[in-house]
């Protein structure tokens, strides 16, 4: 699912290195290129804006970034979506979301990754079938509910709490729907997207984990990498 592994002080290391203003702008590039440069007609890049304001990301960048997704910018340099996925440590399934402006390194330095920490990048194919394809809306709402209860209205399957967050999982086809319902039931959305959740979580000893999350916290520092999700 991506974020249970995560250490804590993952965002402000990141963000001291610069690494996640390089990723927010290209996530926003993207969801102006798919869905145009409009913020109030484009869900994805309105929630990328707002993530990118959240941490004080430059306003020059997120405009530029719009610019330069919506075709306004011609730089030569054309960000792709890529996916990667193989084995890690002790036989964790994993599955990594790139964007990147140069597919020809991003390949290679995934590969290195994988081999380097005893796991092997495969072919399309080769983990995805220990997922399941999603949507993933993340939101906040005040006051007192039933979580359970919302995600039934919403037509949500599933609904997880995270820190003061809550996590609706819904059917891939039924992300826009979903999360339309959710804002008209007074929740503040902070992500909606498609993800890829475990079917079955693999089965680790703390020592095995130790291993496994080095790697996941690796792949996630990668500068192409955009999201990581394992079966644990």
Same mark, same amino acid.
Request: aromatic share 6%; glycine share 4%.
């Given at each position: 699912m991506g974020k249970?592994?995560?250490?804590?002080?993952?965002?402000?290391? /990141?963000q001291q290195k610069g690494q996640i203003f390089t990723k927010l702008a290209r996530e926003i590039a993207v969801a102006a290129k798919a869905g145009g440069p409009d913020p109030n007609a484009n869900a994805r890049l309105r929630l990328a804006v707002e993530a990118a304001k959240k941490v004080s990301c430059p306003n020059? !960048?997120?405009e530029r970034a719009i610019k330069k997704g919506a075709g306004l910018l011609d730089d030569g340099k054309v960000i792709e979506e890529l996916t990667y996925e193989g084995y890690g440590p002790h036989g964790v399934g994993v599955i990594v979301e790139c964007q990147t402006d140069n597919k020809h390194r991003t390949a290679p330095d995934m590969r290195h990754a994988f081999k380097s920490h005893e796991g092997s990048m495969g072919e399309t194919g080769s983990v995805a079938w220990m997922f399941d394809r999603v949507g993933l809306i993340e939101g906040t709402k005040d006051g007192s509910f039933d979580p359970?209860?919302? /995600?039934? $209205? /919403?037509? /949500?399957?599933?609904v997880f709490a995270d820190e003061g967050t809550y996590e609706f999982f819904t059917a891939a086809d039924d992300l826009d729907a979903v999360r339309e319902a959710l804002t008209s039931r007074g929740w503040k959305i902070t992500k909606g997207e498609l993800s890829y959740k475990a079917k079955n979580i693999t089965?680790?000893? #703390? $020592?095995?984990?130790? #291993?496994? $999350?080095?790697?996941?916290?690796?792949?996630? #520092?990668? #500068?192409? !990498?955009?999201?990581?999700?394992? !079966?644990?």
């Open positions: 249970s592994w995560k250490t804590a002080g993952k965002v402000e290391k /990141a020059d !960048t997120i359970d209860e919302e /995600a039934i $209205e /919403a037509g /949500a399957n599933e089965e680790l000893s #703390d $020592e095995q984990r130790k #291993d496994v $999350e080095e790697f996941l916290n690796y792949l996630d #520092d990668m #500068d192409d !990498t955009h999201r990581v999700h394992a !079966t644990i």
